[in-house]
C-alpha cells in the first residue's frame, strides 16, 4: 500500500483528497501546515508527498528546498493556484516532480500522482559513482573517464547524464530534461538540450553518428540506455 503525504491548509480539500485516495487504496497521512508537513516528511519515508504551495508558518516552496538540501528525493507533486505561471517554473526548479493547477479534478491528480510512482520505481540511484560500457561518471568529485581517459564533462554535462541514469531506460522528453537540468533559470530553447546531447555523444560515445547510449526517440525526445 503506497504512503501519501497530503499538506494542505484547506479543510475540505484535504477530507477530498483523503477519501479518495484512500478508496484508491493509498494510505494517508495529513498534514495542516507547512512546519508539520517538513516535520512528518523529514522524519517518515513517504512513498510520494501533495504539497501545496500557499500555507501557513512555511511554504511549499521552503518545505520542497529544504528536503532536497537534506538528500530526500521524495517524488513531490505541488498544487498551485490558477495562473501563477511563476510557481510551476519555481516549484520545477528546486526539484518538483509535477504540478497540478487548482482547480482540478481528483482523477487528474490521482493519473498525475501514478505517473510520478511510475517514473520514480524506475529510477536508478547514481550514488557517487556510475560506469557504463567504458565510461566512468564520479558525480561527487564531478569527474569522468573513457577507456581509463579522462574526459572533460562541464557541470551541466555531468547534470544531464546524471539525470538520464536516475531515469534509465525512460523517453524523457526535451521539456522535461529543460524542467529539471535547467531549471528555466536562462528561459533555454528546446534546442539547446539538442546541442548538449550532441557535445556529450562526442566524448561518451564510440561513433556519435551511430550512439549506443544516448539515443533519440523520434518525436518524442531521448533515452539513456547504458
Not at 536562462?186 to 551511430?210: G, W, Y
Request: aromatic content about 8%; some cysteine; hydrophobic content about 40%.
Amino acid at each position: 500500500m503506497p504512503e501519501i503525504l497530503i499538506v494542505e491548509d484547506d479543510k475540505a480539500m484535504t477530507v477530498a483528497l483523503s477519501d479518495g485516495f484512500q478508496y484508491e487504496g493509498y494510505s494517508v497521512k495529513l498534514a495542516r501546515d507547512g512546519a508539520e508537513g517538513l516535520a512528518l516528511a523529514s522524519e517518515r519515508k513517504f512513498d510520494i508527498i501533495i504539497l501545496d504551495v500557499m500555507l501557513p508558518l512555511m511554504s511549499g516552496f521552503d518545505i520542497c528546498k529544504q528536503l532536497r538540501s537534506a538528500g530526500n528525493r521524495v517524488p513531490v507533486i505541488m498544487l498551485t493556484a490558477r495562473g501563477q505561471e511563476i510557481d510551476k517554473v519555481l516549484g520545477l526548479k528546486i526539484g518538483a516532480d509535477d504540478y497540478v493547477t487548482k482547480p482540478f479534478s481528483f482523477m487528474e491528480l490521482a493519473a498525475r500522482v501514478e505517473a510520478v510512482l511510475r517514473r520514480a520505481s524506475n529510477r536508478v540511484e547514481t550514488h557517487d559513482v556510475f560506469s557504463f560500457g567504458n565510461v566512468t561518471l564520479d558525480f561527487k568529485r564531478g569527474t569522468a573517464s573513457r577507456a581509463g581517459v579522462s574526459i572533460d564533462l562541464s557541470p551541466r554535462e555531468l547534470r544531464i547524464m546524471k539525470y538520464f541514469i536516475e531515469h534509465r531506460n525512460e523517453v524523457l522528453p526535451r521539456d522535461q530534461l529543460l524542467n529539471q537540468v535547467w531549471g528555466y533559470e536562462s528561459f533555454p530553447l528546446t534546442r539547446t538540450v539538442d546541442t548538449h546531447i550532441a557535445k556529450l555523444r562526442q566524448k561518451i560515445e564510440e561513433n556519435p553518428a551511430d550512439p549506443r547510449y544516448i539515443v533519440t526517440v523520434h518525436r518524442a525526445g531521448y533515452k539513456f540506455v547504458g
